[in-house]
Structures are given as C-alpha cells and as structure tokens.
C-alpha cells in the first residue's frame, strides 16, 4: 500500500511527533508498504491530494492534529486515516468536555473547575495542593502543581514561570496523591497497566521523553482489584468517546483511600510512538512488535471504510 506518515505540524509537541512519524515510516518500509511522509505545513491538503495515499497514518499530536481539525480535513479529501475521528478527536482533547462525557457514564475523575489565569493572582480556585493545566493541550504541556512549600507564592505571583502566562483560561482540579498509572487500548482490547516513577518531580513533558527520567513498571504491581479497575475504566472510556484504532487512558491512585481513590485523568487519542512511548510498550508486553502494531493501526483504520487493498 501506498501510506502517507502524517507528522510534526506546529503544536508544542511537534518534536514528539516528528520522532514518532519517523519510527512509523520505518516500521511501513519494513513491512513493505510504499511511505510518503509529510511534515504538516499549510499545504498539506495540496500534498497529500499528490501523494494520493491508499491510507493516512496519523503521527500528530497536539493540535490541531488531534483535536478534529486534521481529522475532518482527511474526512473531506475522503482518506482513510488511523485514530480517531472528528468528534472523538474534538471531545477528548477538551479536558473539561471529556469529564461532562465520561463522568455521567460512572468513569471516576476529578472534579475540576475552569479557572481565569488572572484570577490566580488574587486568590487560589482551591484548597492547596491543587493542579493547573491546560484545557486542550497533551503531553503534560504548561502542567504546574501549586502546594503551600511551591515557589509560585501565595497567591501565586504574576512574575512566576507557568501555564498562567501561556494561556487565558485554564483547568485547577485537585491534586491526586499516590501513584501514576497509564492503560493501552488497542481496537476493543485495554492491555496492561504501566506505572510510571518520574526519577524526580513529576511526570512532566521533560519526564516523557527524556530517557533515563522515569522509570516504567509493566505490569504495575497493584492489587488486582486496582489492575482490573484500571483496565475496565480504559476500555469503558475508549468505547463512550467512541475512539478508534488506540487510546491512552491515564489515571492516578492514592492506595490511602483504596478504589476509591483511583481516577481517569484524560483520555488521549494520538498517544505517542516514540521508542520511549506507552503504547508501544505495553503491545511488546502482549507480544506485538512495533511493525504489528504499526500494521494493526493501518488495519483498523481501512477496517473502517474496507478500502484495503
């Protein structure tokens, strides 16, 4: 087959997504498909009407190539593409739209406010220690823990580095003590669940991608209960969002409080495929390759529209 690797754009996570792409052409060559890959720019309409591909790989992350921009753009030039569609792609990426959607359907998250960033100057939105994030981004991107012993001060001062100064608006829930954890999903199958101990601090972007910065445990060694909790949550969330191909599903848990400590943070429809990324990792953990995985995503993407080849 001709595939086109869609990849790196201009979101802050650009340089995640060019590593990725490069690895899912190479895994495409290896497996004997003919690879096109385009570095998104605003032409890419134009390019990917010349490559003419028999399917799009999608590698971006970030938007607006994961939160139904892109998507409706290959849904128009009638492509068939992996991951997710237009308005799975819109929702998730919206932390706020994902609780309206998953909370009502039983799945545990945080009970979070939208909060103005000016508004953080003058007073806290809650109790401390509590969490400030970006609404629509990934990666942990512009992600700031505010506690009593922080240097942002209290209230949190104008001259302090942090998501305040990137974005208007932005999302405060409380924070989760505890443990770090992350499930797969791939088609209708959640995988494994990996916890995640950032050598220091906490995982950040930095904590990601930087090798050697934390440290993944997979399988997690938690209560069963916890394990098949997590498990369940995922592939409840993947199937409510209605998410194609694969997903991510991170949570924290606070082994205090039990299950009912556990909670789904976000769910992520573009998760990556670097050589440090999850997903891959959890499928080497059931015996799939990198070049299966990158084969199963191709197939359940032409699965869709049965335009294989």
């Known amino acids: 087959m001709k595939v086109a690797v869609l990849m790196g754009g201009w979101s802050a996570e ?64 009638g492509l068939p593409y992996t991951h997710s569609g237009v308005t799975t792609s819109a929702i998730a990426i919206d932390k706020e739209l994902t609780k309206l959607v998953l909370v009502p359907a039983g799945i545990p998250m945080p009970k979070g406010v939208i909060v103005s960033s000016e508004g953080l100057f003058d007073a806290d939105p809650l109790p401390r220690p509590y969490v400030l994030k970006p609404v629509n981004e990934g990666s942990s991107v512009g992600v700031a823990i505010v506690t009593d012993s922080s240097n942002h001060g209290n209230p949190i001062r104008r001259d302090v580095p942090g998501p305040w100064a990137e974005f208007p608006t932005l999302l405060a829930e409380p924070f989760i ?68 191909g694969t997903s991510r599903s991170d949570f924290r848990w606070d082994p205090d ?6 909670y789904l943070l976000e769910v ?14 959890q499928a080497r953990f059931i015996g799939m390759s990198y070049e299966q995985l990158v084969e199963t995503l191709i197939d359940l993407a032409l699965a869709e529209t049965g335009d294989r080849p």
Do not use: W
């Open 268 to 281: 992520n429809t573009q998760p990556g495929m670097t050589p440090l990324s999850l997903v891959p990792e």
């Open 177 to 244: 003590a505890g443990k770090e954890l992350t499930v797969a999903v791939i088609g209708d199958r959640a995988l494994a669940v990996t916890e995640l101990k950032p050598v220091s601090g906490f995982y950040d972007y930095d904590a990601k991608y930087t090798d050697g910065l934390t440290v993944h445990e997979c399988p997690a060694n938690l209560p069963a209960g916890i394990t098949e909790a997590c498990l369940a949550h995922a592939l409840a969330a993947h199937r409510i969002l209605g998410c194609k």
């Open 257 to 262: 409080q039990g299950l009912a400590g556990l």
């Open 14 to 77: 650009r340089e995640v997504s060019l590593t990725s792409g490069r690895g899912i052409a190479q895994a495409c060559r290896n497996l004997g498909h003919d690879v096109v890959e385009i570095d998104m720019g605003r032409d890419v309409a134009q390019r990917l009407t010349e490559a003419a591909p028999d399917v799009v790989f999608n590698a971006l992350h970030g938007t607006p190539g994961e939160d139904g921009t892109v998507q409706g753009l290959l849904d128009l030039l």
